[in-house]
């Protein structure tokens, strides 16, 4: 068994066929294809199966081994930072975990960073849901994610608090107050965004001893604004997903305030690789200069 055959094995599976590990890796299809049988004949096992309609599926044991061998990767690149930074080199690939609305607003002065002060440092995104990040931080898919708290499986940093905001028609009679209160919104129509913010309004509501009627449940942040600007019902949203709000829509502070926790997260601070925790370190730096501005 080598390095090799288990970087193979991972770009089959992240790439989901033999062709495009192939053409990722700049190897020949029967190259990567003698690869991976030579990989299973040294561990006895059959880890992956080929699949007419759903193309590249894992048996259970190579679900077990994948997490596995992500992990022994992520070693190797942790051993080749430390070498690289014995001789002064900042160099090493991080693979970032993030859902949309940190992406949009962190995730770009983060790369103009790294692209300025650490060119050797390649920072690889993956975009999902808060509960996506979380998975692939569980299985190793990524490095490092930006996620809402809470978690109980990873060591986490707080980053930013996302003040939860109460979102209205410009017309409705809540917009004649500086602020809302839970109680007030006690019964009325909630238009609730998936991706992070379900639980927290679930929580904020039972703690106030309001009465939640979710009448709407969209994925979109732009479709739940426009929602409320058509009558539909009103929404409770972080400040991070409202920078741009559309005419007719108005927003109101809550009372008492409600924050979402940002943070970024690792499987284990101890363990993180000094390219990892570079990274740490500059987003908090970056985040706590922007926000003095």
Known sequence: MTITQYQIFVKVVDSGSFTKAAQELNMTQPAVSHAMSSLEADLGVSLIIRDRRKGIV????????????????????????????EKG????????????????HFIPPILAFFRTNY??????????????????LVQR????????LPTQEMETIPIYRDKMLAVLRDDHPLCGQPSVSL????????IVCHGGYEA???EMFERAGSQLNIAYAVYNVSTVLN?????????????????????????????????????????????????VKLFIQSVQSIVAEREQK
């Open 119 to 136: 060119p050797k440092l390649e920072l690889i995104l993956q975009e999902g849901t808060i509960e996506e990040v979380k998975k692939w």
């Open 58 to 85: 894992l048996t259970p044991i190579g679900q077990q081994l994948l997490i596995q061998i992500r992990e022994i990767l992520q070693r190797v690149e942790h051993i080749e930072q430390i070498v690289a930074a």
């Open 200 to 202: 927290p309004i679930i």
């Open 227 to 275: 929602m409320v600007r058509e009558g539909l019902g009103i929404s409770i949203m972080s400040g991070l997903s409202l920078t741009n709000l559309p005419p007719g829509v108005a927003i109101r502070s809550l009372e008492p305030e409600v924050c979402r926790e940002v943070s970024i997260a690792v499987p284990s601070l101890s363990e993180a690789s000094p390219a």
């Open 183 to 190: 109680r007030d919104l006690d019964s009325l129509p909630l």
């Open 141 to 148: 898919e990524v490095d490092a994610g930006i996620i809402i």
């Open 89 to 104: 080199l900042e160099a090493g690939t991080i693979r970032i975990g993030t859902f949309p609305t940190a992406a949009a």
